[in-house]
């Protein structure tokens, strides 16, 4: 939860160094292009991993199909959340960019349901 919320934070920050000091585009919409761009960025990395796992050792199916399952509900985590933003952006009448910012915020808040053995 901690490294969500970091992330987050960061990603937060870095939205208003753009929109007050460079001037380029609104708050809410570089906390967007921050967020997707590494979002991406962390997609395409595993995508690498997968990759190179597959050319270094070539009988690792079983560690390349779980990477591809990770890729997979990563993006499936950013679909489904640019999608459920759009949708109360709909019911609400709220701006998308806000309606983003708390989304995201939210999922720093919710924390695996796995359970660590000590």
Known sequence: MLKKFALWFIC???SFLVSDKLGLT????AFLY???SVSI????A?????IIGGLISGSAAEANGISFLVV??????LAITLFATWGATKLFGIDFF??????????CLCTDSKKKDD
Not at 26 to 29: A, I, R, S, Y
Not at 41 to 44: A, D
């Open 26 to 29: 609104t708050q809410g919409k």
């Open 46 to 50: 595993f995508i690498v991993i997968l």
């Open 34 to 36: 921050i967020r997707l």
């Open 41 to 44: 960025l962390i997609i395409l």
């Open 12 to 14: 937060f920050v870095l």
């Open 72 to 77: 997979l509900a990563a993006a499936v985590a």
């Open 98 to 107: 806000v309606a983003y910012q708390i989304m995201t915020f939210g999922q």
